[in-house]
């Protein structure tokens, strides 16, 4: 009697429900404040200029760029999240400044031509 023991690894499943692939619960929270960031845009953009077309493309435009800014991809990785990763390896990074120093300790009456 054989037993087949292979591990079965199912593809595709999500661990939350999606609105849409790649949007779930956690990219609305995240598309919401970038859209309360385009709303205050937008409005001081109206009390600057008054300008009603002006302001509903800056909304819009922000809006849409929130959704797609945090909708993941097929890798599950969003834009938001690259930019995250970016900034957090950029705070990781050290400088360490070079400095040379002379081996052998030479001075310049060392030096006889």
């Given at each position: 009697m054989s037993q087949d023991h292979s591990l079965y690894i199912p593809l595709g499943v999500k661990p939350e429900s999606e609105w849409f692939p790649?949007?779930?619960?956690?990219?609305?929270?995240?598309?919401?404040?970038g859209t309360a960031i385009a709303?205050?845009?937008?409005?001081?953009?109206?009390?600057?200029?008054?300008s009603i077309p002006l302001v509903m493309v800056v909304f819009l435009v922000?809006?849409?760029a929130s959704v797609m800014m945090t909708t993941k991809d097929r890798h599950n990785l969003s834009v938001l999240d690259q930019m995250m990763f970016m900034l957090r390896?950029?705070?990781?990074?050290?400088?360490y400044p070079y400095r040379a120093l002379s081996k052998w300790h030479?001075?310049?009456?060392?030096?006889?031509?």
């Open positions: 790649g949007f779930g619960q956690r990219q609305l929270g995240q598309a919401a404040i709303i205050g845009i937008a409005l001081i953009l109206w009390l600057l200029s008054g922000g809006v849409s390896f950029a705070k990781s990074q050290k400088f030479i001075t310049e009456k060392d030096n006889i031509s």
